[in-house]
Nanobody, 123 residues
Framework: VRLQAYGGGLVQAGGSLRLSCAAS????????MAWFRQAPGKEREFVAA????????YYKESMKGRFTISRDNAKNTVYLQMNSLKPEDTAVYYC?????????????????WGQGTLVTVSS
């Protein structure tokens, strides 16, 4: 599975961005998908995950209400809609794929990673 994340950019605080992650390779619906992020000088952190069918979504508590993860299995794409962005959301955002239907908050549980897309939120 190859993952290509895109959609990052520069946005003002309070603005919105939608990240996309396109997957190629094996059957996309067989993979739970997740977004992680890594801010400068900080460890990578879990943002959100979605089950293979798309019926289950999970968020880091601090992201609930602002971020929405979704997927379109027909397009082999997972999305992260980010609203009410804050300067502390500035980070490189990575998408990741995990074989099987169960999701995880733990990065090493994921089998494939995209290259990351930079989100910069200005104050």
């Amino acid at each position: 599975v190859r993952l290509q994340a895109y959609g990052g950019g520069l946005v003002q605080a309070g603005g919105s961005l939608r990240l996309s992650c396109a997957a190629s390779g094996r059957t996309f619906s067989m993979y739970a998908m997740a977004w992680f992020r890594q801010a400068p000088g900080k460890e990578r952190e879990f943002v959100a995950a979605i089950s293979g069918s798309g019926t289950g979504t999970y968020y880091k508590e601090s992201m609930k209400g602002r971020f929405t993860i979704s997927r379109d299995n027909a397009k082999n794409t997972v999305y992260l809609q980010m609203n009410s962005l804050k300067p502390e959301d500035t980070a490189v955002y990575y998408c990741a794929a995990k074989e099987g239907s169960s999701w995880s908050r733990i990065g090493p549980a994921y089998d494939y990673w995209g290259q990351g897309t930079l989100v910069t939120v200005s104050s």
